[in-house]
């Protein structure tokens, strides 16, 4: 076989696993700020409930200095009611009383609801501020995850480029060429050949394409998709490294 068709193979593996550790790499950020936004809302949501709270307890104070005005109006009435001289005063008074005692028991419902909202303020600060515990934990194990994970992935990028560019330097120069260009268009510069096509495109190839292809001693390219033919299933040269769980090459 033309040892070109085996090193392009090499290195499609090698451009491939160079593609999805860049990939990788400009995800990690994203796992950060990820856990940034949750922490930013849990942090929110606890100053929220805060401001709830305190605003339930300001709105009480103030219930209950009207229960307290409202209660001093009514002794007041009633002292003066002991003293008034017609009878339209005393109805009046007493309707300034009720009215009073009207307001009181407004006011005491009024409270009564700030009481219940506060509990459910301050079951939300409990959940936010647990929530903002956990995440508070997470980001760091997650910036240490992240940096390790980019640390690796750098070197496994520089031993994969490395690699690469060894094999780009075997191969016939107008050879890479055409493989760039076809790469650049196509996503892959070589395919191989499956049951008598080009298995990028599905082409049937013609029957001395075929048989040249078969044969392997020149590098000859797909009619239709223009990827290199390469015709023979051939084991991956040796990684520079292999993470558990990934293939290496394709
Ligand atoms: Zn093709």
């Known amino acids: 076989m033309n040892p070109d068709l085996e090193r392009l193979m090499a290195l499609q593996a090698a451009d491939r696993e160079i593609l999805r550790i860049r ?12 856990v940034e936004a949750k922490l930013n809302s849990a942090h929110e949501a606890v100053e929220q409930a805060k401001a709830r709270i305190k605003a339930g307890e300001s709105a009480r104070r103030k219930f209950e200095a009207d229960i307290q005005a409202a209660q001093q109006k009514i002794s007041k009435y009633r002292d003066q009611s002991l003293e008034v001289k017609t009878n339209e005063q005393y ?17 005491e419902d009024s409270i009564l609801e700030t009481m219940l909202e506060s509990e459910e303020q301050e079951k ?50 107008d050879v890479v060429s055409h493989y760039d260009r076809v790469a650049r268009l196509r996503g892959t510069g070589v395919a191989e050949v499956r049951d008598g096509k080009c298995s990028a495109c599905n082409v049937l190839l013609r029957p001395q394409e075929l048989q040249e292809a078969l044969a392997g001693s020149s590098v000859m390219t797909c009619s239709s998709c223009t990827r290199i033919l390469v015709a023979v299933e051939m084991p991956p040269l040796p990684a520079p490294r292999h993470r558990p769980g990934t293939e ?3």
């Open 23 to 34: 990939q990788e790499i400009a995800a990690l950020p994203k796992r950060i700020s990820d």
């Open 91 to 107: 109805k009046a008074l007493l309707a300034e009383i009720g009215f009073a005692e009207q307001s009181i028991r407004q006011t």
């Open 124 to 173: 939300r600060l409990r959940a936010a501020e647990s929530e903002l515990k956990t995440q508070s934990a997470f980001i760091e194990r997650e910036k240490a995850e992240v940096r390790s994970r980019t640390e690796q992935d750098e070197r496994e990028l520089a031993e994969w480029s490395a690699r690469r560019d060894g094999l780009r330097a075997q191969i016939n120069p």
């Open 248 to 250: 290496a090459s394709a």
